[in-house]
């Protein structure tokens, strides 16, 4: 959460990599892939049963729906980027997964973050530090990651359960 944070309060100027920074920090906080957020439009944000702002989609990967509560980080962002005016609705001005993950790597040094960043850590984020050390169950993760199956969002339990495990034995 640290390293999160850090990345997140981080002041840049250069707006390409500025952009690049919301997104990948938008998909610490919902669990979006790369091609989730790449095509994520105005349409898919709805109000949900609890009457907050929810993203109901389906899996690009997978065909899978997911239905992701927009964390109140994930909403300054969507509102920073509101009036965008993008193409058929997008949310988002998505570079290449390539040009992303290029910047990530400069944003990490920008942070003093000593790991390496790639878009794909996003999800491994959201999975581990924003939901699974929060409580949520494991369940509940796996049908916002929109997994087909329970085995595959384990092995983030078993990841964080590594590093807990590392932690208290340092």
Not at 21 to 50: E, M, N, R
Request: net charge positive; glycine share 6%; proline share 3%.
């Amino acid at each position: 959460m640290e390293e999160v944070g850090k990345i997140h309060s981080k002041v840049i100027t250069n707006a390409r990599i500025a952009t690049v920074k919301d997104i990948f920090i938008f998909c610490c906080y919902t669990g979006l892939s790369y091609a989730d957020v790449k095509s994520l439009s105005d349409k898919q944000v709805v109000i949900g049963i609890d009457g907050n702002r929810w993203i109901n989609s389906m899996r690009k990967k997978t065909g899978v729906r997911i239905s992701v509560p927009i964390l109140p980080v994930a909403e300054e962002i969507l509102a920073k980027y509101s009036n965008q005016n993008l193409p058929k609705g997008l949310l988002f001005p998505v570079l290449s997964n390539q040009k992303m993950n290029a910047y990530l790597k400069e944003i990490a040094d920008l942070c003093g973050v000593d790991k390496r960043l790639t878009f794909h850590l996003s999800r491994h984020t959201f999975a581990t530090t924003i939901t699974l050390s929060n409580g949520i169950p494991i369940e509940s993760i796996s049908k916002m990651l929109g997994h087909t199956n329970l085995r595959t969002t384990q092995i983030y339990a078993k990841v964080l359960d590594t590093k807990i495990s590392q932690t208290c034995r340092s």
